[in-house]
């Protein structure tokens, strides 16, 4: 083989590569132009604050309405808790006006346990708890007893509401007034004993 042959062989072979190259080249699409504009700003979110603020004002939310509640409770008027003889004088007031509604037996028990009631209360005696001849019995017994000097009124009183309620004794108006009249008189004069 001659060197002018391979020669042209050799620009053959560049020729064809050129080709080859100048073809793909054409073939491939071109790059498209990159026209977007910048990117947006990426924001990088700021930590948690911490809740130690919320919590601190709950609380103290709760300390002043707990202190107004207090100091509300503090300032609203006490009930007023009635003496003995101003409850014993109610209930006779409120005995007298149904007096003529309810039965003898009914009339007697309530005027007795109002008095009853009122001696439990102003002198801290057990009356509600004994019968009428266990009350009395003791009352004779101890002389030192505020209710001594009362005795012979209230055993009258009693015996006559023991009468209408255990012997079905029948109260007249003029009976049962008398029986008000007889407790109010009771609870009047020994309010101002002084108590035990």
């Known amino acids: 083989m001659s060197f002018s042959r391979f020669k042209h062989h050799w620009i053959l072979c560049a020729l064809w590569v050129a080709v080859c190259t100048v073809t793909l080249h054409a073939q491939a699409p071109a790059p498209a132009e990159d026209i977007r504009g910048p990117k947006p700003l990426v924001e990088i979110p700021a930590p948690e604050k911490s809740p130690l603020p919320l919590y601190g004002s709950m609380a103290a939310c709760v300390v002043l309405l707990a202190l107004a509640a207090w100091l509300w409770k503090k300032r609203s008027p006490k009930p007023l808790v009635k ?12 005995l007298e006006s149904t007096r003529d509604k309810i039965a003898a037996e009914a009339f007697a028990n309530r005027a007795a346990q109002t008095v009853r009631q009122y001696i439990s209360d102003h002198f801290h005696l057990t009356a509600p708890r004994l019968t009428t001849e266990e009350f009395l019995h003791a009352l004779a017994k101890d002389s030192t007893s505020p209710l001594h000097a009362e005795s012979d009124h209230l055993r009258t009183f009693m015996k006559s509401c023991d009468l209408a309620k255990f012997a079905g004794l029948h109260l007249n108006e003029n009976q049962r007034i008398e029986l008000i009249d007889a407790a109010r008189t009771f609870v009047r004069a020994t309010s ?4 035990p």
Do not use: D, G, M, Q
């Open 83 to 94: 003496a003995p003889r101003e409850v014993a004088l109610a209930s006779l007031i409120e």
């Open 192 to 195: 101002r004993v002084p108590t």
